[in-house]
């Protein structure tokens, strides 16, 4: 092998190592007050069950406002300055959560925090999607999603671990994981600067070109069917099933398991066969094993929840290496990576919102919702995914 070679697959791999550990480390937060929220919330400020939703919905303002604050800025700063500055705020947002005595004033500070959010999590996914060939361009989304499951399982481990005395330990030890994010992404300062430049979008046009504006909408579809899963489901089966916390735990993380462990596959097979093909099949996956959670009202759940969600988890590792595989350029800005994380944040605020009003507003006994709900939610996912396919497929051959 020649020494430019042996050069070039070096700094191919430093930026995917590097990348993956930013990735990694910026998605354990969210995680760790999944367990204490009721402490963090209901308890802590007097809130109701349904109030307490919004603090998992309220930082996708806080998103929409980072794209336009990006927008704005263009190429002004660099990219480490970004990430940096990002990891910064968000440090500080978590330590005056802490200590916040007013639920409007911990809403307030969640909300901007979802804005630096955003950055941590976009940089380093651009930085994963340029760390190689176009031709790996799929494998490399699914290794850099496989490794934000791993950290939102350890998260969600940590933060139950750390919460058990004091909920609002949690929010320290975020902010503790932060300033070391930061200090990270100092010392990795240059490999964060040598991502390539952008394209600069015509004047007054939009940074997305039509099949990110698509991209955007699956990814939205999915982070929205991910969060009827992950809130309503376990709602649900503790109001209207005799199913232990133990075989739900059992079940939610096999489903876990699965999307970590199948996602870079996902994504080889995407550059393999196609990511149209590797998202029909998953998705297909997802929609019908969240269909098939309708016969627990006639057969006994414990038959069926573990595989279904196994299954689930499988064809959900899939879906977002397929989806960036079709729809997002390798060599796309910073902004439209973030445009994306905006798209997802906006799905899953919906998911958590409407899946909370449907169960709300519709007066059913909770076996019958969720034997209704979950069907319904599974081959409406299918349509939806069919017919953008559909419309990727024709804009492929204008």
């Not at 949690?170 to 070391?180: D, E, K, P």
């Not at 489901?233 to 099933?241: D, E, K, T």
Request: include cysteine; glycine fraction near 10%; proline fraction near 5%.
């Amino acid at each position: 092998m020649k020494d430019s070679d042996k050069t070039t697959q070096e700094r191919s791999k430093h930026p995917l190592i590097v990348g993956c550990l930013l990735l990694g480390i910026a998605a354990i937060p969210d995680a760790m007050v999944v367990p204490v929220l009721h402490d963090l919330t209901v308890d802590r400020f007097g809130v109701s069950e349904g109030d307490a939703h919004y603090f998992m919905a309220i930082n996708l303002f806080g998103a929409l406002a980072a794209i336009g604050v990006l927008t704005l800025l263009k190429r002004r700063f660099s990219t480490s300055t970004l990430f940096i500055a990002a990891a910064l705020l968000s440090t500080a947002l978590m330590a005056l959560m802490a200590i916040s005595t007013s639920w409007w004033q911990f809403l307030t500070f969640r909300c901007i925090e979802g804005g630096a959010d955003l950055l941590l999590l976009s940089i380093p996914l651009r930085l994963i999607a340029q760390a190689g060939t176009s031709q790996r361009y799929a494998g490399r989304i699914g290794g850099g999603f496989t490794t934000m499951m791993v950290a939102l399982a350890l998260g969600a481990g940590i933060g139950s671990a750390i919460g058990g005395e004091s909920a609002v330990d949690v929010l320290w030890a975020g902010a503790l994981l932060m300033a070391i994010l930061t200090l990270i992404a100092s010392i990795a300062r240059r490999t964060l600067d040598n991502l390539p430049p952008s394209p600069l979008p015509e004047p007054r046009s939009c940074p997305l070109i039509p099949r990110e504006w698509v991209g955007s909408a699956l990814y939205s579809l999915d982070r929205g069917l991910s969060a009827l899963v992950s809130t309503s489901l376990p709602i649900l089966l503790s109001s209207g099933f005799n199913i232990t916390k133990a075989t739900l735990g059992v079940a939610l993380a096999g489903m876990f398991l699965a999307l970590a462990a199948f996602s870079s596959p996902a994504g080889f097979l995407a550059d393999h066969y196609g990511g149209g093909i590797i998202r029909l099949i998953a998705s297909s996956m997802c929609g019908i094993s969240l269909a098939a959670l309708g016969l627990m009202y006639w057969l006994p759940p414990e038959i069926i929840l573990v595989p279904c969600l196994l299954v689930y988890g499988v064809g959900a590792s899939g879906l977002m290496p397929s989806a960036f595989s079709i729809a997002v350029r390798q060599d796309a800005s910073t902004l439209v990576f973030s445009s994306l994380q905006a798209a997802g944040q906006a799905g899953y605020a919906a998911g958590v919102l409407g899946g909370g009003l449907l169960i709300t507003l519709i007066a059913l006994p909770p076996e019958l919702m969720l034997s209704r709900m979950f069907p319904i939610a599974g081959f409406l996912f299918i349509l939806l995914n069919c017919l953008l396919l559909f419309v990727l497929q024709g804009m492929a051959k204008r």
